[in-house]
């Protein structure tokens, strides 16, 4: 009995020295790797930066021309990665070099009146909060010119429904021509929809420019102003609201092939199992009907479930034939 145990303690300590020498070589193995990995990230940042550097070095109508071929996005991300890029970004060239990426975006209006091409570029490709400075922010006022991510749109004292009227009822003739023009929220959830929530600063600008104005040649002048930025904020709206359509249905082309391509998948052992009841249900299926191509890795995931639904289907024809047998 002493002799197993020795021979199991035996085992446990060589196994223990084992494990540990595993654990080491594990260990020199992932310090390796990480070494080798950060070497690497070092290496192609090198390699980054000495490209950058080689552009710089060029003559400057190449360098123009060369950032003129780049989508604004990826210009504004180069204005970013050095002093001598940005300076070139922003300087007599400027409008130039970002009026001819802007132009290489299909049907996206030039910049509203009185804001300068980069600024655009910035309001329109950059997706951090104005506010909070978030990435991701969803919401722009084309009309303020700012972009918002969710909470701060939800904070009150960025809009309110209830705006300053200064002593003047809240549908006087006069505020409600000037409410047309103020910059609002159109949509604000399920709760609180269609109420119109005002921009709080952009509306008492608006007053302090307006109340005052004494004749109405001032004031038609001012609105005609003003329907022209309405305008130009109308415009953007526009293509964002027409490349969204485009964009949804470029996603319904991608979930159609991915039906079709799950669908031939299954005919191949499945076609019995496969009625018309089935086939709808599956085209339903929460797994079947995604937005995403169907890949190898993707199949090899959802086919065991799928399969599983049609085996219930298998077990109840096969019932139903020995009912009748
Ligand atoms: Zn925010």
Same mark, same amino acid.
């Given at each position: 009995m002493k002799k197993v145990d020795a021979v199991n303690e035996d085992t446990t300590d060589s196994q223990s020295k084992n494990k540990k020498a595993v654990s080491k070589t594990k260990h020199k193995e992932t310090v390796d790797n990480s070494n080798v990995a950060s070497r690497e990230a070092v290496r192609r940042s090198r390699g980054r930066r000495g490209f950058l550097s080689t552009i710089i070095e060029l003559p400057r109508d190449i360098i123009i021309e060369i950032f003129s071929r780049l989508h604004p996005g990826d210009l504004l991300s180069l204005a970013r990665t050095s002093k001598d890029f940005r300076s070139i970004m922003l300087g007599d060239a400027a409008e130039y070099i970002w009026r001819t990426c802007r132009s290489?975006? /299909?049907?996206? /209006? $030039?910049? $509203? &009146?009185?804001?300068?091409e980069p600024a655009y570029a910035s309001l329109v490709f950059d997706t951090f909060c104005? *506010? &909070? !400075?978030? /990435? %991701?922010?969803?919401?722009?006022?084309w009309l303020l010119r700012i972009r918002l991510c969710g909470d701060c749109l939800l904070i009150g004292h960025i809009y !309110?429904? %209830?705006?300053? &009227?200064h002593g003047r009822s809240r549908y006087d003739a006069f505020l409600i021509s000037l409410f047309k023009h103020a910059p609002k929220i159109e949509y604000r959830g399920s709760?609180? *929809?269609h109420s119109d929530f005002y921009h709080i600063k952009a509306w008492n600008r608006l007053l302090d420019e307006v109340l005052p104005m004494s004749d109405d040649k001032q004031l038609k002048e001012w609105e005609q102003k003003r329907q022209g930025m309405d305008d130009d904020a109308a415009k953007i709206r526009n293509f964002f609201k027409v490349r969204a359509a485009g964009h949804k249905d470029d996603l319904a082309i991608v979930r159609a092939e991915r039906i079709d391509a799950i669908m031939a998948k299954l005919e191949v052992e499945w076609s019995k199992e496969l009625t018309p009841e089935i086939r709808e249900f599956l085209k339903n299926h929460k797994l079947v009907s995604q937005p995403r191509a169907l890949t190898d890795r993707i199949w090899k995931n959802i086919e065991p479930p799928l399969i599983e639904i049609l085996q219930k289907e298998r077990d109840v024809i096969n019932r139903r034939y020995r009912m009748w047998e």
């Open positions: 290489k975006v /299909p049907s996206l /209006p $030039p910049p $509203p &009146c009185g804001m300068s104005h *506010e &909070c !400075t978030i /990435p %991701r922010a969803r919401y722009v006022d !309110t429904n %209830r705006p300053e &009227c709760q609180i *929809e």
